[in-house]
T-cell receptor, first 112, second 112 residues
Framework: GAGVSQTPSNKVTEKGKYVELRCDPI?????LYWYRQSLGQGPEFLIY????????DSGLPNDRFFAVRPEGSVSTLKIQRTERGDSAMYLC??????????FGPGTRLTVL | DQQVKQNSPSLSVQEGRISILNCDYT??????FLWYKKYPAEGPTFLIS?????DKNEDGRFTVFLNKSAKHLSLHIVPSQPGDSAVYFC???????????FGTGTRLKVLA
């Protein structure tokens, strides 16, 4: 596989609830990325981690979105007060040996 | 303003024939380009990439062509197989960032 696992594969929640999406890359990769793909669109960049720190979070849509990577491996994307417009596929990617990013299977989030 | 465009939302090709998927970009700073393939409910799978110092890269049945003056790249698949049926995304980045900018995708259907 791509060396990235994501859990859960599907998450259904109600408007206003809090959700956490997890990304677990194989060890040894300091760079980790989150993207969001809405229906009919390509993936859109959210945030990039280099080790434990967020090197660039310019893609996060608003302050309801937050991501952490406390030990430099597993990362969690957190969404507060979810809205229906947050429904999308959330993708995590690790950096390969070259400049290529390899994506996990994604988490399909549905906000009712 | 969309920096990476895939103007054909869908394409149908007979098995054994060549599939040509096109992508245009506007940012002259882009220097690394990739093609990903995506099946429903899965993450994008890396297919092939090309650096701006090249104009062609080949990997098996897949060839990517880059025309920098026209800001255009294309993916050729030959011969096309039914298993190639998927959505194909082109992506671009520049050396100063690690964010990929994706097009909106082209759905390829290879008819048996």
């Amino acid at each position: 596989g791509a060396g990235v696992s994501q859990t859960p594969s599907n998450k259904v929640t109600e408007k206003g609830k809090y959700v956490e999406l997890r990304c677990d890359p194989i060890s040894g990769h300091t760079a980790l990325y989150w993207y969001r793909q809405s229906l009919g669109q390509g993936p859109e960049f959210l945030i990039y981690f280099q080790g434990t720190g967020a090197a660039d979070d310019s893609g996060l849509p608003n302050d309801r979105f937050f991501a952490v990577r406390p030990e430099g491996s597993v990362s969690t994307l957190k969404i507060q007060r979810t809205e229906r417009g947050d429904s999308a596929m959330y993708l995590c990617a690790r950096h390969g040996v070259t400049d290529t990013q390899y994506f996990g299977p994604g988490t399909r989030l549905t906000v009712l | 303003d969309q920096q990476v465009k895939q103007n054909s939302p869908s394409l149908s090709v007979q098995e054994g024939r060549i599939s040509i998927l096109n992508c245009d970009y506007t940012n002259s700073m882009f220097d690394y380009f990739l093609w990903y393939k995506k099946y429903p409910a899965e993450g994008p799978t890396f297919l092939i990439s090309i650096s701006s110092i090249k104009d062609k890269n080949e990997d098996g049945r897949f060839t990517v062509f880059l025309n920098k003056s026209a800001k255009h790249l294309s993916l050729h698949i030959v011969p096309s197989q039914p298993g190639d049926s998927a959505v194909y995304f082109c992506a671009a980045s520049d050396a100063g960032t690690y964010k990929y900018i994706f097009g909106t995708g082209t759905r390829l259907k290879v008819l048996a």
